[in-house]
């Protein structure tokens, strides 16, 4: 059974979206203080889902800041009743893999963490891809670049496998929306830009060309 470890201060929604999950059959565990959620880490986690505001003086980015340090793959969602650009993208920045806006539907999440799950835990392949340096396992989901790890979240190495798997094919964001976060992703596709542009900052050698108005294509 996966374990969720769900961060939120308002206690209603807490109960409604910890009874959904379990529903889905997954292990949950709440807090309503980011320092306990803190205090909480080193406990195995499957997936983190954080409200970036919180009750007390340890709000999200600080949690995941504090996971990321101990944990630089382990998937992690943010929520917010905040819809602004600065937030996502900060959120992105600190190592998120999603971002979903409140008021948000409880199937809607679980959802996200189903595909979350599936991406990450339930591939079978066992494969290696290599790119100019870089070497990408696709079973222990490792990339290196001359036996040096890189660390990337869920959602980089997703479309890193992506562009890799399909070179010099050109990919609109709708595209990329629909293979990376799932065709029932109900964001913007303003995130295919956020993750493309943390992509080629993480991995410089990556030779992804921009296809204004339309996406992206990775070349040889």
Do not use: H
């Amino acid at each position: 059974m996966y374990k969720i470890c769900l961060v939120e201060d308002e206690t209603d929604l807490v109960a409604v979206v910890k009874m959904y999950l379990e529903k889905a059959g997954y292990d949950v565990v709440t807090f309503t203080k980011g320092s306990d959620a803190i205090n909480y880490i080193g406990n195995k986690v499957d997936v983190w889902i954080l409200d970036i505001m919180l009750g007390d003086d340890v709000n999200g980015y600080d949690v995941i800041k504090a996971i990321r340090e101990k944990y630089p793959l382990v998937p992690v969602i943010f929520t917010s009743a905040r819809d602004q650009d600065l937030d996502r993208i900060l959120g992105l920045e600190l190592g998120s893999d999603d971002y979903i806006t409140k008021p948000y539907s409880s199937k809607e999440l679980v959802l996200r963490v189903n595909n979350i799950i599936k991406r990450v835990y339930q591939s079978t392949e066992t494969k290696i891809l290599n790119y100019l340096d870089y070497s990408i396992d696709l079973d222990k989901r490792i990339v290196s670049v001359k036996d040096k790890p890189i660390k990337l979240t869920t959602l980089e190495f997703d479309l890193l496998v992506l562009l890799v798997e399909n070179i010099n094919k050109s990919f609109s964001r709708e595209d990329i929306l629909n293979a990376v976060w799932g065709d029932d992703y109900f964001g913007s596709d303003r995130a295919v830009d956020d993750l493309v542009r943390r992509l080629r900052k993480k991995m410089p050698l990556l030779n992804v060309n921009t296809i204004y108005g339309y996406g992206y294509r990775l070349s040889a």
